[in-house]
């Protein structure tokens, strides 16, 4: 199986802060990468596919980039409601897996 | 709209079974596959295994592999998930999710389901 290794587990930002997370795979998994955002109580909803492709009606303010092993999620300025759990996850190979996720909170 | 609607909350004893089901609709079902991904409460989320509800091909993780079936019936635009014999240690919320191909990302999920199974 692929691991996925996402780090911080938790933080702390201000509102207008540059948050940034990253996620580590096991072994190359090219630009198979999606992240997706689960607020308190919701569904997980996708971000970003393919690694830096924004999903259509997802706001400017979240990006992505990355190829092989090594990748990185930001929110440009964060805002009350990017209040969520953030989740990478590889579809290089079967199984399908997620990193461990990511708590992001306001200061 | 496109939408998956998963049947309700669910509380179970140990080696009951059960089958959860989550519903598509606003799109060609037999077009996308099928994920189910569980997620215990205050937990990060796995992967259970995938469908192509238009011929029932199915995938599992081994985790899931020999404890749950997924199934699909094509003609009420449905997938499930089911237990022969639940254990206390499938006590977690069970999403459903599509995907445009049999490995994709997953652009619409369920609202999700609880499984509670005690004693």
């Known amino acids: 199986d692929i691991q996925m290794t996402q780090s911080p587990s938790s933080l702390s930002a201000s509102v207008g802060d540059r948050v940034t997370i990253t996620c580590q795979a096991s072994q190359d998994i090219s630009n198979y990468l999606n992240w997706y955002q689960q607020k308190p109580g919701k569904a997980p909803n996708l971000l970003i596919y393919d690694a830096s492709n924004l999903e259509t009606g997802v706001p400017s303010r979240f990006s992505g980039s990355g190829s092989g092993t090594d990748f990185t999620f930001t929110i440009s300025s964060l805002q009350p409601e990017d209040i969520a759990t953030y989740y990478c996850?590889?579809?290089?190979?079967?199984?399908?897996?997620f990193g461990g996720g990511t708590k992001v909170e306001i200061k | 709209e496109v939408q998956l609607v998963q049947s309700g909350a669910e509380v179970k004893k140990p080696g009951e079974s059960l089958r959860i089901s989550c519903q598509g609709s606003?799109?060609?079902?037999?077009?996308?596959?099928i994920s189910w991904v569980r997620q215990i409460p205050g937990k990060g989320l796995e992967w259970m295994g995938t469908?192509?509800?238009?011929?029932?091909?199915?995938n599992y993780s081994p985790s899931s592999q020999g404890h749950v079936t997924i199934s699909a019936d094509k003609s009420v635009s449905t997938a499930y998930l089911q237990w022969s014999s639940l254990k206390t240690s499938d006590t977690a919320i069970y999403y459903c999710a599509r995907h445009q191909r049999s490995v994709a990302p997953f652009d619409c999920w369920g609202q999700g389901t609880l499984v509670t199974v005690s004693s």
């Open positions: 469908i192509d509800p238009d011929d029932s091909y199915t």
């Open positions: 996850q590889q579809y290089d190979d079967i199984p399908l897996t």
């Open positions: 606003g799109y060609s079902f037999t077009t996308y596959w």
